[in-house]
């Protein structure tokens, strides 16, 4: 399984050391995990990168989302691009999992309404467990690919959908069969 890590460059100097025991943590309990966009890099040599080069970065992180089966993002410093990163996530559907340590909640994603995010507090102390725990509870949400075959004419609609709602195709399609399993009285599962 691959899990795509994020946390705060501004609040690294202060949470450093907690983002690379995360990523020990999650690589010694088996998963692959991208991270060195964030712990090799830092604040002030970002600052310094050219428009274009923030650019390139952008696209990678945006593959790397899309890549990964789960995120991590250690939000315990406030920062907007943990924020987006974690909002494009779940415009994905990925399930993501945001530490923080106790004292320090994350406020801003407290109000963010998605059975795919997991806001969860640690410490040095019950970090293995923690992610152990929730990393096995996030994989029970992740997709499952199905293809499939569509008209020329489904397609154009779906294209219309994406392009003109901002609805992926993909997620237009699983809010679709999701409507119709609620509507269902005779399906029981996965309740």
């Not at 923030?54 to 990678?60: A, L, S, V």
């Not at 415009?91 to 945001?98: A, C, F, L, Y």
């Amino acid at each position: 399984m691959k899990i795509y890590f994020t946390a705060s460059m501004s609040g690294k100097e202060k949470f450093g050391e907690n983002y690379e025991k995360i990523v020990k943590t999650m690589r010694d309990l088996g998963y692959e995990v991208i991270a060195d966009h964030v712990l090799k890099r830092n604040f002030e040599d970002i600052q310094k990168e050219s428009v274009e080069k923030r650019e390139q970065h952008f696209k990678k992180v945006r593959k790397w989302i899309g890549e990964a089966d789960v995120i991590v993002a250690e939000a315990s410093h406030p920062s907007t691009n943990v924020g987006y990163e974690v909002s494009m996530a779940l415009d994905r559907e990925k399930p993501v999992m945001v530490l923080y340590l106790k004292d320090k909640t994350p406020v801003l994603l407290i109000g963010v309404d998605s059975e795919k995010l997991a806001l969860i507090s640690y410490d040095d102390k019950d970090l293995k467990r923690v992610l152990r725990d929730n990393i096995k509870d996030l994989r029970d949400q992740m997709d499952v690919r199905f293809n499939f075959f569509i008209s020329p004419r489904i397609g154009a609609y779906l294209d219309w959908i994406s392009k003109y709602k901002r609805i992926p195709r993909a997620v237009f399609l699983r809010r679709l069969i999701e409507e119709h399993m609620k509507r269902n009285k005779e399906y029981k599962g996965g309740q």
